[in-house]
């Protein structure tokens, strides 16, 4: 903005423009130069080299870490995420080891950089790489190796200590432990050379459509924008720094600055569905079902190929699934406006389906058929094309369907009526899964077939519609208001309305302090434009961190308020929608939680979270690291989990509660004294853990079960590898 003063503009489309221009460039400065740089000075600065070693939590070692990986997860990468290639020249700044002819998706969570080597010719997909893990009392850092020739799947975990040999493929929703049998090669065979999408096409072609529309959406705000280019309270004669505080802290431009921010975020997320649907129907087309035969390599054969490449890519970009770019989170995640759009987006959808809270991955919606009252589970991943997108086929899931948390689907899958998916499930390319059967995790490439059910006929002869359906769409007589979709839409858009103006509040609140202190300073006390430079920064520190630190408490406080108001202290029971207001309440609760955003997150690994949880009724021992890595999701129902003393919890799932198939359950979970549960381990509703056990990386512990003092378990489905472990 100081740099725009000196374009002399004086016409209204001027001032937008030049207001436009001004963020652009701070954003491009800032994700090209600063967030990075900070990111890297940061790492090599304070920690240097990570090195290999056994260190105990709480000291200086673990503190560096922790720094570390928090300015990381602040800051990021910048443009550095945007592409494979970028990627990987930043993974080597940061002092990764990586040789030739490798693909890195940029959204594959790649840590500890120094004590990573990849070799030549290996292909990572969207997975965990990180060499940092956890035991009773101490963090350990440990090198992974990835040999020539391997690949790396869809939600794979590579073990700190992992080394991959050549040729050696991990498919999805596997782990490292799994090498040495044969469900690290279920799946395809590795792929000679990776396919690449030339950069020429996006960047020419591809590149242009996602920024179009990405402008498109932000019309309302910048429609906005001459309220706050307006200039006639500008103050004349004042040094430009001086002249930009005192004309942000004018109360006019504050409310259409409001006001602009509020249009942002309600009404650009509508707009920018419509558009995504205008660019797949016009542009990209239909995705069909094929299978790529080997082609010479011509002129026009490369070009048709590319041009394939960038439908895919384009999908991706622009509509990757998750909360449509805001769109669910104004509309509620699991109500029925999510499947209209799903539908103008190509999909066959049913009625009543119960829609993930974190939204499905997936972007090929023509090659999707979903049936009536089908419960999705969080964190699913649906891949109707293979990596190189040579095979494309139509993933169905019947009525009655149920698929659990973190469930991976590939290309042909068909899930028939009545069968549940459980949590964790992978399942493989081109399978049937048999109406009423019920299968859970993954075990050599495939879900592990954990009851055949009544068989197909009882499973076709069973009412599909679940208790969701029955309260929420028929209407049926539950003793309690259900809140239609309605006001379920006006309810989630007025709470976004006051957390965009609950978080831009520390910025507008020190441009008045700030202004006011110039306002009663002497004009002589600061002459130089270093000094007046520096003091209004240092001001704009000091009062930003303030009022961001009290939004931080005060979110906070109100989450805890609400989870006090609208449930007390959780009882175990059965709460199904057709019973039960419970799941109402929770709905309405969990908005309120997004009030708080990534707040948490500063809060990994030390103490202040363990205070929040005890805050929401948790049972937490002493001297507990609760998530240092993160956690998605971190715990739901804190007063029904139990933790013992000196337990180390890191990216886990303490989830209490049960939906399958609409039937709502909550059960305590208990984790005894020196417990372990490390990355992407889980354990189920109902479950328990004894004192000195451990739960290894990529770990189910399926609901009932008990883990033994002492021992130690892996896998989905897990199962004791003490004496492994220990060899």
Not at 160 to 181: E, F, H, V
Not at 241 to 267: C, E
Not at 297 to 320: A, G, V
Not at 710 to 716: E, K, L, T, Y
Request: proline letters at 4%; glycine letters at 8%; a positive charge.
């Amino acid at each position: 903005m100081v740099l725009s003063e000196h374009w002399k503009v004086s016409e209204p489309w001027e001032q937008v423009l030049q207001l436009v221009f001004a963020i652009l460039l701070s954003r491009l400065i800032s994700d090209s130069i600063v967030f990075p740089a900070t990111s890297l000075l940061v790492k090599w600065l304070v920690i240097g080299k990570y090195r290999h070693g056994q260190y105990p939590l709480w000291e200086q070692y673990y503190l560096r870490w922790w720094f570390v990986d928090q300015t990381i997860r602040t800051f990021g990468f910048g443009i550095f995420e945007l592409d494979s290639t970028l990627y990987i020249i930043f993974l080597k700044l940061m002092g990764a080891k990586i040789g030739k002819n490798v693909t890195i998706d940029s959204d594959a969570k790649i840590k500890e950089f120094d004590l990573v080597t990849i070799k030549s010719n290996v292909e990572i997909k969207r997975c965990v790489v990180s060499p940092f893990t956890l035991s009773t009392g101490h963090m350990i850092l440990a090198p992974i190796q990835i040999d020539n020739n391997c690949s790396i799947g869809l939600n794979a975990r590579l073990s700190p200590g992992a080394t991959i040999p050549d040729g050696t493929r991990i498919g999805p929703l596997s782990s490292s432990y799994k090498i040495s049998t044969s469900s690290a090669t279920e799946q395809e065979p590795l792929p000679s050379s990776p396919t690449i999408f030339n950069i020429v096409f996006q960047l020419l072609l591809g590149w242009p459509v996602v920024i179009l529309v990405t402008m498109l959406s932000y019309i309302p705000w910048i429609a906005l924008l001459p309220l706050l280019t307006d200039r006639s309270s500008h103050s004349m004669g004042l040094h430009s720094i001086m002249s930009i505080i005192y004309y942000f802290a004018h109360g006019k431009r504050v409310a259409f600055h409001l006001v602009a921010l509020i249009a942002r975020d309600t009404i650009s997320p509508y707009i920018y569905i419509v558009c995504c649907i205008l660019v797949k129907r016009l542009i990209i087309g239909k995705f069909r079902e094929h299978e790529q035969e080997e082609q010479k390599s011509t002129y026009r054969s490369n070009i048709k190929r590319q041009i394939h490449l960038l439908r895919h890519w384009l999908m991706q970009k622009l509509l990757p699934g998750g909360d449509l770019n805001g769109f669910s989170r104004l509309v509620g995640t699991h109500y029925e406006l999510i499947s209209v759009v799903f539908r103008l987006l190509g999909a066959r959808i049913g009625k009543r389906i119960y829609w993930p809270g974190s939204g499905l991955q997936f972007y090929e919606y023509d090659l999707l058929t979903v049936g009536d009252d089908v419960v999705f589970g969080s964190r699913c991943y649906l891949r109707c094309s293979n990596d190189e997108k040579t095979h494309s086929a139509r993933i169905t899931i019947k009525s009655g369907t149920m698929i659990a948390d973190r469930c991976v689907l590939l290309p042909g899958v068909i899930v028939e009526e009545n069968t549940i998916m459980g949590s964790g499930s992978l399942c493989k390319e081109n399978s049937t899964y048999p109406a009423g059967s019920i299968w859970l995790g993954s075990r050599q490439g495939d879900a592990v077939l954990w009851h055949h059910g009544a068989g197909r006929k009882a499973a076709l002869k069973t009412e599909t519609i679940t208790p969701f359906g029955r309260a929420f769409y028929e209407g049926e007589d539950t003793g309690y208001w259900v809140i239609p979709l309605g006001l379920h839409v006006i309810y989630n858009t007025c709470l976004n309305i006051f957390q965009s103006i609950l978080w831009t509040t520390p910025i507008i609140a020190s441009f008045q302090l700030i202004a006011l202190v110039f306002r009663h300073e002497s004009e002589t006390s600061l002459k130089t434009t270093v000094q007046i430079c520096a003091y209004t920064f240092f001001l704009f520190f000091v009062f930003l961190q303030f009022f961001y630190t009290a939004i931080v408490l005060l979110t906070m406080s109100i989450e805890i308020l609400f989870k006090w108001l609208l449930f007390g202290r959780r009882q175990t029971g059965k709460y199904n929608w057709d019973k039960s207001s419970y799941c109402q309440r929770w709905q309405l609760f969990i908005e309120i939680q997004r009030l708080k955003r990534t707040v948490l997150q500063l809060f990994n690994g030390s103490f202040y979270l363990c205070v929040y949880y005890r805050c929401l009724g948790c049972r937490i021992g002493r001297n507990v690291c609760l998530y240092p890595s993160g956690a998605d999701p971190m715990m739901s129902e804190p007063d029904l989990v139990t933790i013992g003393d000196d337990c180390c919890i890191d990216d886990a799932s303490i989830i209490c509660h049960l939906n399958t198939k609409g039937q709502f359950t909550l059960n305590s979970l208990v984790i005894g004294n020196r417990c372990v549960l490390r990355s992407q381990s889980r354990l189920m509703s109902g479950a328990s853990m004894e004192d000195d056990s451990t739960l290894l990386e990529h770990t189910l512990v399926v609901s009932g079960e008990r883990v033994d003092q002492g021992s130690v378990w892996q896998g989905c489905p897990a199962t004791d590898v003490t004496r492994t472990f220990r060899e």
